[in-house]
């Protein structure tokens, strides 16, 4: 009796973020504990306080260098 199980492949997935931008993420929430991540046009605002809000100023800092991350969720 022949084996009825069919082989079947793994799919490969790309990452959705780019390496580039798992860095600058990295980097902005590091600079946020130590209290150097400033928020608002120029780093003129004030001093960023949640990670959160640091993810996302990393997230936009890949997006300006062209870094791989997914298009803004409007909500």
Not at 32 to 50: A, F, P
């Amino acid at each position: 009796m022949p084996n009825s199980k069919k082989k079947t492949t793994a799919r490969k997935t790309t990452a959705k973020y780019g390496e580039t931008s798992r860095k600058m993420v990295a980097s902005a929430v590091h600079r946020e504990k130590l209290g150097t991540l400033r928020s608002g046009k120029g780093g003129k605002g004030g001093i960023v306080q949640s990670r959160e809000q640091a993810i996302a100023i990393g997230l936009s800092e890949a997006r300006q260098k062209g870094a791989r991350v997914p298009k803004k969720e409007i909500s």
